[in-house]
């Protein structure tokens, strides 16, 4: 999950993103749960990631 701030501590306009990416989720069992590992994001993840990021500035450029 992400998304995209554009503006720094000053005003200034600095576009940059803020992203959760979880290394893990944990799974009841009995007694408690348990921390299993999510495999590493593929070579995908990051292009798919771009991709939607650039079709929403390219959306909300155009609706003005």
């Known amino acids: 999950m992400s998304f995209i701030q554009f503006f720094g501590s000053a005003l200034q306009v600095t576009p940059h993103f803020h992203s ?3 290394d893990g989720v944990f799974v ?3 007694g408690g749960v348990r921390f299993e590992a999510l495999p590493p994001p ?3 993840v990051p292009v798919f990631a771009c991709a939607a990021a650039l079709t929403w500035i ?3 450029s155009f609706s003005r």
């Open 42 to 44: 593929t070579v995908l």
């Open 58 to 60: 390219i959306a909300t």
């Open 28 to 30: 009841p069992r009995e």
């Open 20 to 22: 959760l990416v979880p």
